[in-house]
């Protein structure tokens, strides 16, 4: 299962500040990762649907939802293998948004459906 695969490549959830209305928890890409050979040699950077396997994750442990639809992504700057940043969901308005963050940086950041 490609789900399984790349979630094990990464570090365990650390949860912070989680509450019903938002949700927090660090992201860091080892560089060990299977994802990360030819993406782009020389010069790696963790791919977008890696991160957004980090949202889904983030989804079904704050929710209990698989990740239904991807409604709005951009990803703004890129994120290496081995640095830390925080993955932070949030509801407002019935949708559900989510912001990776870097030392105050967006990285990526969109709305996401949730479903049981």
Known sequence: MIELAILNGTLPVDQRN???????????????????????PGHPLVPGVVLLEHVARALRDWRNLRLARVLEVKFLAPLHPGEQAELELDEAGGRIRFAIQREQRVLARGVIEGAV
């Open 18 to 40: 989680t509450s019903d209305a938002r949700y927090r928890t660090a992201l860091c890409v080892p560089p060990e990762h299977p994802c990360l050979p030819g993406h782009f």
